[in-house]
């Protein structure tokens, strides 16, 4: 049924992503991207090679202008997963409906919490097997959830989403999230990144972070500090967890067509790990790239690790 759905979807927007409204805000677009590696992982004492998807998507976005001052806005994108053995391999990411005007922006719908967005590119391993998410708490996409964004003041913008109660991953519990960000997250438009984030009762957890990423002497230098503790259990029941602290630095350096990168990550009390890789820009929307990457859990005698060489085209 999902699988026929979203080809239904797919077809629908090709044949009318060209087709442009006289009051279109931003006509209909299609965009994706597949990110596919061949890895060696080492996980648990076992060992398996996997030609495995990361992250691969595919969705649908656009805007219509309701009036001189308003618009509509929307976002409807699904993971797919080249390798899963089922044929049905979609699964939702963010999907969500919004007004945006002077005011800023208000949307509903599944969608990534304002933590989770106020990380920037801070991630140099996002979505492969470092992603940070492995050891820090608070990478949240809530599948009920309201979320307003402020205008953007001398470069500075808070955000804040609502997790309802009604959503299964909110353990029955309201949940909100907050972010001030300043700058560029892209470092496009701004030499400095930077912002700080609160988490109450999101999936179990209330988590306070603060990211900061800049350009040095050619180099993308970012840092990272977390404070996590667990509120509520996954039956809705009160916990007085103790509070853990991590921290995570990384670094990129651009050689005309390479990347070059760099990571480093710990938790208290969970693990640490570091990662090395690079990227190879074959044209603007294509890449080759190859990674390694060790983690370590506390208490556990061999680390994990993982080693891959992938191909991304986005579109």
Same mark, same amino acid.
Do not use: C, H
């Given at each position: 049924m999902m699988n026929a759905f979203c080809k239904t979807l797919l077809a629908s927007a090709l044949a009318t992503a060209?087709?442009?409204?006289? +009051?279109?805000?931003?006509?209909l677009t299609v965009y994706g991207k597949l990110n596919v590696t061949a890895q060696s992982n080492d996980v648990a004492d076992e060992s398996e090679t996997t030609i495995q998807s990361n992250a691969s998507r595919l969705g649908a976005k656009g805007s219509f202008?309701?009036?001189?001052?308003?618009?509509?806005?929307?976002?409807?994108?699904?993971?797919?997963?080249?390798?899963?053995?089922? !044929?049905?391999?979609?699964?939702?990411?963010? =999907?969500?409906?919004?007004?945006?005007?002077?005011f800023g922006a208000?949307?509903?719908?599944r969608n990534d919490t304002m933590l989770k967005q106020s990380q920037g590119k801070i991630d140099q391993f +996002?979505?492969?097997?470092?992603?940070? !998410?492995n050891l820090f708490k608070?990478? +949240?996409?809530?599948? =009920?959830?309201?979320?307003?964004?402020?205008?953007?003041?001398?470069?500075?913008?808070?955000?804040?989403?609502?997790?309802?109660?009604?959503?299964?991953? =909110?353990?029955? =519990?309201?949940?909100?999230?907050?972010?001030?960000?300043?700058?560029?997250? !892209?470092?496009?438009?701004?030499?400095?990144?930077?912002?700080?984030?609160?988490?109450s009762d999101v999936k179990g957890y209330e988590v306070v972070r603060a990211t900061v990423q800049g350009k040095v002497a050619g180099f993308k230098l970012g840092g990272m500090y977390q404070q996590q503790e667990e509120t509520y259990s996954k039956t809705g029941e009160a916990v007085n967890g103790d509070s853990k602290t991590g921290y995570l630095f990384s670094a990129a350096y651009t050689i005309d067509a390479v990347v070059l990168k760099a990571q480093f990550q710990d938790m208290e009390d969970k693990g640490?790990?570091?990662?090395?890789?690079?990227?190879?820009?074959?044209?603007?929307?294509?890449?080759?790239?190859?990674?390694?990457?060790?983690?370590?859990?506390?208490?556990?005698? +061999?680390?994990?690790k993982f080693f891959g060489v992938g191909l991304e085209h986005k579109f």
């Open positions: 060209t087709l442009a409204s006289a +009051n279109a805000a931003e006509p202008e309701l009036s001189s001052s308003l618009e509509a806005f929307y976002t409807i994108e699904y993971e797919v997963d080249t390798g899963d053995e089922a !044929k049905e391999n979609f699964k939702a990411r963010n =999907q969500f409906v919004g007004l945006k005007g002077n208000f949307s509903v719908g +996002n979505d492969l097997s470092a992603d940070l !998410k608070g990478e +949240n996409r809530i599948e =009920q959830t309201a979320t307003y964004l402020t205008p953007t003041f001398n470069g500075f913008k808070v955000g804040v989403t609502y997790a309802a109660e009604a959503a299964k991953s =909110q353990y029955a =519990q309201d949940g909100f999230s907050v972010a001030a960000m300043y700058g560029d997250a !892209k470092l496009k438009k701004s030499p400095i990144y930077a912002s700080i984030a609160y988490d640490d790990s570091w990662s090395i890789g690079g990227d190879y820009k074959l044209g603007k929307p294509t890449k080759l790239f190859a990674f390694y990457s060790s983690r370590s859990y506390e208490g556990e005698e +061999n680390d994990d």
